[in-house]
């Protein structure tokens, strides 16, 4: 069974920078595309950020490019998404999750596995 567990989640002032991290076990890590989510109170859940196989191809949703970056690691099992000049509206539980398929999507349920979620909180 894949099983996804994140962390770095926590409160922080507007501005500042936070990374989340997601280690994976169960599924050979470097076979899984690997997407980022995050689900404000009362929202969908949204795309946020995905990474190839192989780290050379990434997707970010227009809310965050060039604020996030998203980053693997497969000898550690770890994705990571590394936030900069956070805002409040940024606020959100993030989930990453994992698909065993060829292509980033931004589609939640295109993903196969999820994590429990790991919640972000930006101040103003």
């Known amino acids: 069974q894949v099983q996804l567990v994140e962390s770095g989640g926590g409160l922080v002032q507007a501005g500042r920078s936070l990374r989340l991290a997601c280690v994976v076990s169960?599924?050979?890590?470097?076979?899984?595309?690997m997407g980022w989510f995050r689900q404000a109170p009362g929202k969908e859940r949204e795309f946020v950020a995905g990474?190839?196989?192989?780290?050379?191809?990434?997707d970010y949703a227009d809310s965050v490019k060039d604020r996030f970056t998203t980053s693997r690691d497969n000898a550690k099992n770890t994705v990571y998404l590394q936030m900069n000049s956070l805002k409040p509206e940024d606020s959100a539980v993030y989930y990453c999750?994992?698909?065993?398929?060829?292509?980033?999507?931004?589609?939640?349920?295109?993903?196969?596995?999820w994590g429990q979620g790991t919640q972000v909180t930006v101040s103003s």
């Open positions: 990474i190839s196989w192989s780290g050379t191809y990434t």
């Open positions: 999750a994992a698909r065993t398929s060829l292509n980033i999507l931004t589609a939640p349920s295109q993903y196969n596995y």
């Open positions: 169960g599924r050979t890590f470097s076979t899984l595309i």
